[in-house]
């Protein structure tokens, strides 16, 4: 009897098996910009890379879904009561997607690699707060000489140059995050390969397809795996706006990177419950490259240029999301801090053409003097050549100035930007990776090589701006870096042109999207119902 019921029993098991189906694959297809330039975390630089590298690493430090900081591979920390010594206690469960352990090692493998000159990061000034590190990254010191100790497995003990009010916030950059120092010692410059990769987020690289696709699996060793509900991401490259609106209105794509500027309109009316707009931390210019005449010593022709550019028409009539009119690189909602608006920002777009024609004649140019024809770089994209369409109707109508339009893909600008490796223009900005306007204006020291695109380089404004690194009065700090800001704004190095809002298309089916300045919106945090 008891043989016959053990044989019912597992009939009644087998036949609920074969009745109940099991869980689809919960799969997330995302629009991503532009093809990743590297997956490696110490030398990529775009946005859309940076997305793909929140959901494969995760560093000391990572963000929630509303953009927050909070613990990532560090569990927790303690800062010294002089605010100079930081001690990391790292996850004990911690593990790479091969199974091994995250160890304080890695960190210090990672930053030392991060600021080797060997490395040519062009973040490398994001762990300069770090003692030593800025005279490692200039060849001046070893990386041994680093700050930066392992003082058990799980134990980082991290000694910086001066008080550094934003060094938490800003190890949420994918800059200051670990790669497995036995998985690059084993494969070289090929560690970032699908299936030699090994990372330590909620998702590990199973392919990268060149102009198709980098497919994500989840990692079943990430330390909050059992929180995490989709099987797998798709990030698509997709460089032409409008047929990345295609493809979601297809239902290829459950959310975009971005919108055409011509289709908003279209969108608010047709398809507003997929629309995402959201204030975001960032801010549109273009850079003059300071390294070539005529911008070098002329500052006034660098001035008429960008008095010109009427913002308002732009934002009313070309972007149409709501952006705003910048005339700071510091965007609004930047904490314990106002931008210094110049005087002219609160002149009428008239006031301003006329200035702007006084300044060019001044300079030698225009109606009566030299002729003029800027290059404007930008990547390939109809939003970025309709701005430049707009700079050339401008500056012809108003200045005599004609514009020669060159665009280039991603990678190609990315590099060209870098090098300062353009003749007059090129198209910038900067998303802010942590409040603070240390974000934005660490971008213009004169040592700051691959970030400062202009080739920006004041003393005075370097003297500010690492002077407000270091203090630690929030007053004293805040007047520093507007008096830097004031300094280099009334040197025109950039052009700024507005402050960005995300525009996203996100379908219906898909849950846990919020939005915050940050633009921050990892994939562990979604799911997707088909």
Request: hydrophobic residues 40%; aromatic residues 10%.
């Amino acid at each position: 009897m008891r043989f016959l019921a053990t044989c019912v029993s597992c009939l009644l098991l087998l036949v609920t098996l074969l009745v109940v189906p099991a869980r689809a694959e919960m799969v997330l297809h995302r629009g991503n910009g532009s093809e990743p330039e590297t997956l490696d975390p110490h030398k990529s630089t775009g946005e859309g890379e940076s997305w793909i590298e929140m959901d494969l690493f995760e560093g000391l430090v990572t963000a929630d879904a509303q953009g927050r900081i909070i613990p990532g591979a560090a569990l927790s920390w303690t800062i010294s009561d002089d605010r100079l010594t930081y001690i990391f206690k790292l996850r004990p469960n911690g593990k790479w997607s091969d199974g091994t352990k995250v160890t304080a090692s890695d960190f210090v493998f990672s930053w030392r690699r991060l600021v080797s000159p060997a490395t040519r990061s062009r973040y490398a000034f994001f762990l300069w707060p770090v003692k030593n590190a800025e005279a490692v990254s200039k060849g001046e010191m070893p990386p041994t000489a680093m700050g930066v100790e392992a003082v058990d497995d799980l134990t980082l003990r991290v000694t910086l140059e001066a008080p550094t009010s934003y060094f938490i916030s800003s190890l949420q950059h994918h800059s200051t995050y670990a790669v497995s120092q036995a998985n690059v010692k084993r494969f070289g410059d090929d560690f970032i390969k699908p299936g030699n990769l090994v990372s330590n987020g909620a998702f590990m690289l199973d392919e990268a397809v060149p102009q198709g696709h980098v497919k994500l699996v989840r990692n079943p060793h990430f330390h909050a795996a059992s929180t995490v509900v989709l099987d797998a991401v798709y990030f698509y490259p997709t460089e032409n706006r409008e047929s990345e609106l295609k493809r979601f209105r297809a239902g290829e794509l459950d959310v975009t990177y971005d919108l055409p500027d011509g289709q908003i309109a279209w969108v608010r009316q047709n398809m507003p419950a997929d629309l995402r707009l959201a204030p975001f931390f960032s801010t549109y210019w273009f850079c003059f490259n300071l390294r070539n005449e005529p911008w070098k010593s002329n500052p006034d022709l660098r001035a008429a240029l960008s008095l010109a550019i009427d913002r308002q028409l732009i934002v009313d009539k070309i972007t149409q999301a709501g952006e705003i009119p910048a005339y700071t690189v510091t965007p609004p909602g930047t904490e314990n801090y106002v931008a210094p608006l110049p005087e002219w920002a609160r002149w009428t777009q008239a006031q301003r053409d006329a200035k702007a024609k006084e300044l060019l004649a001044k300079a030698g140019y225009g109606p009566g003097g030299k002729p003029l024809e800027v290059e404007i770089l930008f990547n390939t994209s109809e939003n970025h050549r309709k701005i430049a369409i707009a700079l050339d109707s401008m500056w012809r109508q108003k200045l005599g100035i004609r514009v020669k339009m060159t665009n280039q893909e991603w990678k190609v600008v990315l590099q060209s930007r870098a090098e300062g490796k353009f003749q007059d223009l090129v198209r910038a900005g900067w998303i802010g990776d942590y409040n603070d306007a240390y974000s934005f204006l660490s971008l213009f020291l004169s040592d700051v090589k691959g970030q400062n695109h202009s080739g920006y380089a004041n003393p005075d404004y370097d003297r500010l701006v690492r002077a407000a690194a270091s203090e630690v009065d929030p007053a004293a700090r805040r007047q520093l870096l507007q008096r830097a800001e004031a300094l280099m704004l009334a040197d025109h190095p950039v052009i700024p042109i507005y402050t960005y809002v995300t525009t996203h298309m996100v379908s219906a089916r898909v849950s846990g999207w919020q939005d915050n300045i940050r633009n921050l919106h990892l994939s562990r945090y979604l799911s997707v119902v088909r």
